[in-house]
């Protein structure tokens, strides 16, 4: 039965086909109208698809189907065949027909009457399936219809090819490429129906839509003119698609970028807030953002030093603000003299030519003070002067700054003081009016929070015109007229060589001078005083480099005198003897001694009428002759070095007269009379001593004993209490001050040869007297202190 259906359907379409041609023919005979629309479908294999056919006539819209057959290339007999000529032109009732295979069973032709629209439904489409399907519409009284369907399936384009800059073919891995640089990549596609579009897409995002096309190829270039971090660790992809409408094919390939980046941070961490000199820190140097990891160099003012470890960490497979971080660390031991130096740190990409980034950090090194003292500019140690300025200056390295400054002096700490000269600024000292005094080392001592240091000193030792050695500045001599004296005079001066002397007096016969001695800081004159006109003051002068003595050493030439008679004479008896104590009156300058004479009541006539007395029984001549003569000899007499004596040996019921004096080489001075002195028993040495067995034997009791010995105690202590008293008495007598003569002031010093000289008056001529004065030294233009002396002749003589 199926092969005679099959063979009946083959029958039926082979008259279908004469008559359509026979009809065809005769409507071409009757100038009958064929449409022919073309359109194309896009198909992808193993899809669905619809081919259109307008079974509407376009001259009579009215005009029914009659039969529609569908017909592929040239193919004569029908793919598909609807008849409706027995059915009315009722297309739903109308006979299908399909030709058998493959082609014909996916077929199935179905009709929308309303909209007039026809379509060939084909499932599962082959590629075989593709080509031109022609749709013939026979209608009733309307010319036929035929309307042409281009099947054209989409082929897609094949696999892309992406080259670098340089025509290097890119399998997976772009690059590498720079940071900051430009990034080229070609993509280029082949094949594809219809001609694909090349894109490049990143993230699918799509980047770049630009192509260019020749007859076989399309090609995408991306350029992007400056690569930034964010496409570290991305894939780029290229895709190649042919599409129509919503049909498309596609094929694609995918890169991965290799971005070689540069060092994004670098940083320097120190593990203490502050460095001390001389103390181990630990400094630590970050970086991150360097692909591949950085490598980490460490300089200390431009020197390259070693870091003890390098650490980089494993990289992540994707960026991130930590990434890639390389840590450097380093030890150090740092000293003063690293203050305010620069540690840096520098980050290198070694992959990266130029791909360098580098932190620097000062150093605020903290240590003690270090410090030295010079003098200020301007001032030279080797011409300090006495009275000049000087200032000296603190020269020191300190972190922090210095707390305090101080200045010390031979280890004594100066105070700021006006008055003194003694001027302290921040880190200067300054000294008004050298004196001598100023001698000594001078150092700083510098104090801050780390702590504090003091200067080695410096000494300065400052040169100064000659004065009197200590202690000589000024000696009372007295003199006998032609006694020969040696007037040493003694000075100290800076320098010391070349020092010169000269000799001035202020009497009315010259001046006296010497020339330069051997012994550089003193000088020895003799001098021989003649008459009352050769005493008086002479003064030593001296002269060095830097000036003359200001102040000369002055020798106070005292003529010698009989001493003075002493003063306050009191007489004192006691059972053992009589004591005498008087206070010393002047010495005349020389060594004096003291005589104590007793005359008695037969002499006291004739003593009397010789010396002359006051209304207190003292006598008042100055002659002491007589009382030395052969008629007023004295009973009792005894010389001592001290006006104080002891009389024995007087006898009771007698008036006696007791006389004292002093005596030196240039005579004795007046006497002191002390009359009617009457002792009531005899005044013998040993009386007490010899009594006192009486006394001890007359005692009658133990009792008496003790009060004896207490008595004699008590006597003892009393006795011992009046000596002190009348010792300090006579010391403070001794003590006052000889009334001198006023002393003239100096004259300019001349020069004569050292030599024994003996003042003598000469009497010159004015132009003597003129010579005299050209030869004097030390004359000073604006001096205005009077002269010591006046000027005149002098003559001299072995």
Known sequence: ????????????????????????????????????????????????????????????????????????????????TLDARNTGGDLFKAVHWTMSGNLGNRTYFQVDSEAGLARLKVKGVAYEDQGVFRCRVDFVNSPTNNFRVNLTFIEPPRKPVIYDAQGKDVKSVAGPFLEGYELVLHCQVAGGKPKPTVTWW??????????????????????????????????????????????????????????????????????????????????????????????????????????????????????????????????????????????????????????????????????????????????????????????????YKSNPRPTSIEWMHNNKRLEHNVEAGVLLASSSLTLRVLTLAHNGAYSCLVRNTVGEVRSPSLPIHMKYVPRCKSGHERQ??????????????????????????????????????????????????????????????????????????????????????????????????????????????????????????????????????????????????????????????????????????????????????????AENSRGRSQPVLIENIRVSESVQRSRFLGALPNVISDVSSLKNVFIVITLIIAVSLILVGIGVAIGVVICRRRARPVAQESLDDFTTPTYISAQRVEPRIRYGSGSDRRRSQRTSLYLEDNRIEPDLLQQVDIDQHE
Request: proline content about 7%.
């Open 1 to 80: 039965m199926r092969c005679t259906f099959t063979l009946l359907f083959l029958a039926l379409a082979f008259l279908l086909t004469i008559v359509d041609s026979r009809y065809n023919a005769a409507d071409d005979s009757r100038n009958k109208v064929n449409t022919v629309v073309d359109e194309k479908i896009w198909a992808i294999e193993g899809e669905d698809v619809e081919l259109p056919c307008d079974i509407t006539s376009i001259t009579r819209p009215q005009d029914k189907v009659s039969m529609v057959l569908w017909f592929k290339d040239e193919a004569g007999v029908p793919l598909y």
């Open 202 to 395: 990143k993230d699918d995002e799509m980047i770049d839509g630009t192509m260019d096309s020749t007859e076989r190829f399309v090609v995408n270039t991306l350029k992007i003119g400056k690569v930034t971090r964010e496409l570290w660790g991305t894939k780029l992809e290229c895709r190649a698609e042919s599409k129509i409408a919503i049909k498309s094919r596609v094929t694609s390939k995918k890169v991965s970028l290799e971005i070689l980046l540069k060092p994004a941070l670098v940083s320097i961490v120190l593990e203490e807030d502050e460095i001390y000199a001389g103390r181990p820190m630990n400094v630590r140097c970050e970086t991150w953002g360097s692909w591949p990891g950085a490598r980490l160099v460490w300089r200390l003012a431009g020197l390259v030093m070693r870091d003890s470890s390098l650490q980089t960490p494993t990289q992540p497979p994707l960026p991130s603000q930590k990434a890639n971080l390389t840590i450097s660390k380093l030890a150090l031991v740092l000293d003063k003299d690293d203050d305010a130096k620069e540690l840096t740190c520098r980050a290198e990409n070694p992959r990266f030519p130029g791909g360098v980034l580098e932190t620097t950090k000062v150093l605020n090194v903290l240590y003690p003070p270090t410090a030295t003292v010079s003098l200020a500019s301007g001032f030279d140690i080797d011409t300090l002067r006495e009275g000049d300025d000087v200032t000296f200056v603190c020269h």
């Open 476 to 661: 009372d001599l007295v003199a006998v007229p032609g006694d020969t004296l040696r007037l040493r005079c003694e000075i100290e001066a800076d320098p010391r060589d070349n020092v010169r002397f000269s000799w001035t007096r202020n009497s009315s016969l010259g001046d006296v001078s010497a020339v330069p001695n051997p012994r550089p800081l003193s000088h020895t004159l003799e001098y021989v005083p003649r008459s009352d006109d050769d005493f008086g003051t002479v003064a030593c002068w001296a002269i060095n480099s830097i000036g003359q003595q200001k102040h000369p050493c002055r020798f106070d030439l005292i003529p010698a005198k009989p001493p003075q008679k002493p003063i306050d004479c009191s007489i004192r008896n006691e059972s053992s003897a009589m004591e005498v104590n008087c206070i010393p009156g002047a010495s005349g300058g020389l060594p004096q001694h003291f005589v104590l004479e007793v005359h008695g009541s037969l002499e006291n006539s004739k003593l009397l009428q010789q010396i002359p007395q006051n209304d207190q029984g003292v006598s008042t001549d100055s002659s002491s002759s007589d009382i030395s003569s052969p008629a007023a000899l004295p009973v009792y007499s005894d010389r001592n070095e001290e006006p104080s004596f002891q009389v024995y040996g007087l006898q009771p019921g007698y008036d006696y007269t007791i006389v004292v004096y």
